[in-house]
């Protein structure tokens, strides 16, 4: 044994472990360095996100080639903040407020001693004096309940969803009330069950989607597909957000829209021309009458007709008074009309 202890250089004294013990104390960081708990939790964003910028480049002028369209990076998902996970309500909108404590622990629910107990006993082992996993344990029953499809439904799309949302907000909220900044293994586990939760929504929605909007309603859920499962995208590609790109996609939406705009204006102008059209017309058969009357040709325009594009003029400038008041303003994704535009002046 003394030559094991030689070769592990194990301390042979009391004190010179506590020498160890003190050194290490010392080596601790100190608590001017380390994340302080924030007081005011209630605009606790986890993450830090770097705003994009704009960088023009030399030699190009934007007057010269204008980018009609403003593009901003966007935002990447942070697991921790409920609004952009998509749980909205937290565990309060499951019903967490509205357990009954009084209620025994899961696990004592069908015990048989428990009912011959006196009240005191049952008052104890009530989920009054229980720890928060025994309270969420009796959540979870309930919302389990509320979701399966049978008593024996434990493995259906919709109990891993409701399942998976329970332990989410969990987490969320001890990432948020707790230590927000340092829980790191946590934040890695959040991570990952909030893409299996948005794999499960998107298997969902393509099987039965009836289940699959009332499933969001039960869990105050808000769905975000990612780009890439989007009809737009290519389905199952993975694409990398580049500016470039993005602002030749927006250019071409721009573009349409803008044709869109010009020939919806141009079709309201041949619109508000047609009474017009229709009043000259009448009027030149009515010359043609007159004339064939007056040279005995066999007459080859009817008063009929005449009549009928008074009318129709009629009818039509009824409508355009009556739908300048109901008009309905088309909107656009991207383009927007400029009112006033300035004119580019000559500095010399």
Not at 40 to 65: M, W
Request: overall charge positive.
């Amino acid at each position: 044994m003394s030559l094991l202890c030689r070769r592990l250089a194990w301390p042979a004294t009391l004190k010179q472990t506590r020498n160890i013990g003190l050194s290490a104390f010392y080596l601790k960081r100190n608590s001017g360095e380390k994340l302080k708990q924030p007081e005011d939790k209630s605009q606790v964003v986890i993450g830090k996100r770097k705003l994009a910028a704009y960088f023009p480049k030399e030699g190009v002028s934007d007057k010269i080639h204008p980018i009609h369209v403003e593009w901003q990076r966007p935002v990447t998902m942070q697991t921790c903040n409920p609004e952009i996970s998509g749980d909205v309500g937290g565990l309060e909108s499951l019903g967490l407020d509205t357990i009954d404590l009084t209620l025994p622990l899961v696990a004592l629910e069908k015990s048989p001693e428990m009912h011959k107990a006196p009240a005191e006993v049952k008052r104890v082992l009530s989920l009054e004096f229980a720890r928060r996993k025994d309270v969420l344990d009796k959540l979870s029953q309930q919302v389990l309940q509320s979701v399966q499809r049978h008593s024996r439904d434990f493995d259906s799309l919709e109990v891993r969803i409701a399942m998976m949302t329970i332990k989410i907000r969990n987490s969320q909220w001890a990432l948020i009330q707790q230590w927000p900044y340092k829980n790191q293994p946590v934040k890695h586990l959040l991570t990952h069950r909030v893409s299996n939760r948005r794999k499960m929504l998107r298997i969902l929605r393509e099987k039965d989607y009836k289940k699959y909007e009332w499933l969001l309603e039960k869990l105050n859920l808000l769905y975000k597909p990612m780009p890439w499962d989007t009809p737009d995208g290519v389905l199952g590609v993975r694409q990398n957000v580049a500016r470039k790109a993005s602002i030749s996609r927006l250019t071409d939406m721009w573009c349409n829209e803008l044709e869109r705009h010009r020939l919806t204006a141009y079709s309201k102008e041949l619109e508000q021309q047609k009474p017009v059209f229709l009043r000259e017309k009448a009027e030149k058969l009515r010359i043609i009458i007159q004339t064939e009357k007056d040279l005995g040709v066999e007459p080859t325009v009817l008063g009929k007709e005449v009549e009928m594009c008074l009318t129709k003029a009629q009818q039509l400038e009824d409508k355009l008074a009556m739908g300048e008041d109901d008009e309905e303003e088309e909107e656009y994704l991207v383009f927007s009309e400029e009112t006033v535009r300035e004119e580019n002046t000559y500095i010399g």
